[in-house]
């Protein structure tokens, strides 16, 4: 079949699919926030936003559709413009391009939840290439992980040998790496944090290891405050998991509103923050506040993701912002692409788009 007939039969077929999970999601989330819809006050935008926001998340938990996802060509061609590809020279090639246009990068494996210690070691083996590979190729480049991938839920003992060991490989490295230690779902936010700190107290590992701050979440002012005491870096981000509402933050307005709280106490810390977010109202009061408090324009960075807003990070590299694009890659790749389509629902249009193209 010609790639033109195949890529359309396949998209019908996918939204086929797709189309009933979203019935189903969106039967279940109408029906338990009935009242909102029902609210004057609600602006039909914020409904659509809410209502993406939720269908995808649950999406993102589909064992089925992501097993199908990550099995078919359709879906390794739907989330190519977000991930890298399947292995490491994928991804060292997607850094050196990145590199050249002056961005920083941070690369990660896709993986979480790994079901045995074989996996996770496996992971891990992976790394330690990767960080020989920056080395080697002279890559400003640094990794991302996360614990569950490391087989935080197999053997806690052995996840954090696992990372202890890759600090240890890139704390001793000419010049030194850095390690970030990805944040996941409320169920693993304190054993994370609690890691990162033990991690950043041990000799020769200050500013080589750091940890991520999601601004949906109601204790994250107290937990960014317990990480400065220790100048410890952090990655802030507005999250994209679900949540109870007694734990996390519901409305947008709320999140954005924390982040830029957070946002101003990051960096005015005197801590190498990065800024992760592609929202320009966020960017610009950023920028807005580093020009009226002094602040160096290299003292932080802003961090975007792969394939997203290209123009928006070539033009802050271009007026002089530091800037680090986090870039994916591996076969694990569906629920990341689920979680972004949560951040972003108007990509949902960009990829039917380019994927309708003959």
């Known amino acids: 079949m010609p790639p033109a007939a195949w890529s359309r039969a396949s998209v019908i077929q996918v939204m086929s699919i797709f189309s009933l999970y979203v019935k189903n999601y969106w039967n279940a989330y109408a029906k338990a926030h009935l009242w909102q819809f029902q609210s004057a006050k609600i602006r039909t935008t914020k409904i659509r936003y809410v209502m993406l926001r939720a269908i995808f998340i649950a999406l993102s938990e589909s064992r089925s559709l992501r097993g199908f996802a990550e099995r078919s060509r359709l879906g390794q061609r739907t989330s190519a413009r977000f991930v890298a590809g399947k292995d490491v020279a994928d991804a060292i090639r997607a850094a050196a391009v990145v590199n050249q246009f002056g961005a920083g990068v941070s690369i990660d494996n896709l993986g979480e939840n790994v079901t045995n210690a074989e996996e996770a070691r496996a992971s891990a083996q992976l790394y330690y290439h990767m960080l020989d590979e920056i080395a080697v190729h002279k890559l400003d480049a640094n990794i991302s992980l996360k614990l569950t991938h490391m087989g935080l839920d ?51 590992n200050a500013n080589n290891v750091g940890t991520v701050i999601q601004s949906y979440m ?17 990655r802030l981000c507005k999250g994209a998991y679900k949540e109870p509402a007694d734990v996390a933050f519901q409305k947008k307005s ?66 002089g912002w530091g800037v680090r694009v986090y870039i994916p890659f591996g076969t694990e790749w569906y629920p990341y692409f689920m979680r972004r389509l949560a951040e ?9 788009k380019n994927l309708l193209r003959p």
């Open 154 to 204: 197999v053997d806690e003992k052995m996840a954090y040998d696992i990372v202890r060991g890759l600090v240890a490989k890139a704390a001793g490295m000419t010049p030194k790496n850095f390690v970030r230690v990805d944040m996941e779902g409320s169920p693993y936010t304190q054993r994370t944090l609690d890691f990162v700190h033990e991690l950043h107290r041990v000799p020769g």
């Open 218 to 234: 109601r204790r994250a002012e107290a937990d960014v405050e317990k990480l400065l005491a220790e100048r410890i870096r952090i």
């Open 254 to 319: 709320e999140v954005d509103a924390n982040y830029v709280k957070l946002m101003k106490i990051l960096m005015k810390s005197g801590v190498f923050h990065g800024l992760a977010t592609h929202d320009e109202a966020i960017i610009k009061e950023a920028k807005a506040f580093a020009t009226r408090e002094n602040i160096p324009r290299n003292a932080f960075e802003f961090q975007m993701l792969h394939g997203i807003r290209r123009d928006l990070q070539q033009g802050l590299v271009k007026e």
């Open 344 to 352: 972003r629902p108007a990509n949902v249009f960009f990829i039917a």
